[in-house]
T-cell receptor, first 112, second 115 residues
Framework: QQQVKQSPQSLIVQKGGISIINCAYENTAFDYFPWYQQFPGKGPALLIAIRPDVSEKKEGRFTISFNKSAKQFSLHIMDSQPGDSATYFCAALPTSYGKLTFGQGTILTVHP | DADVTQTPRNRITKTGKRIMLECSQTKGHDRMYWYRQDPGLGLRLIYYSFDVKDINKGEISDGYSVSRQAQAKFSLSLESAIPNQTALYFC??????????????FGPGTRLTVT
């Protein structure tokens, strides 16, 4: 049972374009939604996170959009750069019990 | 020096062998986790420990065991390795007192191949 579903599995974008990765969750107990970024040969690292009391959070070129009623959230990377090429994982956490559930991951390739 | 270290970084072993993966952290965090990463499946939780005396099974604990030797050390064992345990394994830590952040810090991973 996959509680967090992520799409697409892979994404190719041209430099300067917008990258969009989507996630959907089932468990309404989730109340913290982070995105992790993983470069080849490295462990994942926190990129940006959102709580469900807001519909959007922006940090530089990275934005999370959150739709609580649809139980969906997405990562938007504006002005995508080759250095953004990595694997991105969405995740969800019930803060009452800190156990993360990850999505399947998206391999992003940004062509120069 | 890295805050979360894993040894070995790469390991090739044969079916039926016992193998241990080790994780150490200098972050002073109380919570530690073991995940495995497989293409198309994301990161799946094997075991987690919220303190030295609290160890819990994750979603895919069959075939694995763990030991929390100290707050800073958390080991994962495969008692009798099988080929479908070939994967990338990650250790992670978090701080239960870091309210509002919930960030997990990952080690560099161990690539395990079972032949």
């Amino acid at each position: 049972q996959q509680q967090v579903k992520q799409s697409p599995q892979s994404l190719i974008v041209q430099k300067g374009g917008i990258s969009i990765i989507n996630c959907a969750y089932e468990n309404t107990a989730f109340d913290y939604f982070p995105w992790y970024q993983q470069f080849p040969g490295k462990g994942p690292a926190l990129l940006i996170a959102i709580r469900p009391d807001v519909s959007e959070k922006k940090e530089g070129r990275f934005t999370i959009s959150f739709n609580k009623s649809a139980k969906q959230f997405s990562l938007h990377i504006m002005d995508s750069q080759p250095g953004d090429s990595a694997t991105y994982f969405c995740a969800a956490l019930p803060t009452s019990y800190g156990k993360l559930t990850f999505g399947q991951g998206t391999i992003l390739t940004v062509h120069p | 020096d890295a805050d979360v270290t894993q040894t070995p970084r790469n390991r090739i072993t044969k079916t039926g062998k016992r193998i241990m993966l080790e994780c150490s952290q200098t972050k002073g965090h109380d919570r530690m986790y073991w995940y495995r990463q497989d293409p198309g499946l994301g990161l799946r939780l094997i075991y987690y420990s919220f303190d030295v005396k609290d160890i819990n099974k994750g979603e895919i604990s069959d075939g694995y065991s763990v030991s929390r030797q100290a707050q800073a050390k958390f080991s994962l064992s495969l008692e009798s390795a099988i080929p479908n345990q070939t994967a990338l394994y990650f250790c992670a830590t978090s701080d239960s007192t870091d309210r509002g952040k919930y960030e997990q810090y990952f080690g560099p991973g161990t690539r395990l191949t079972v032949t």
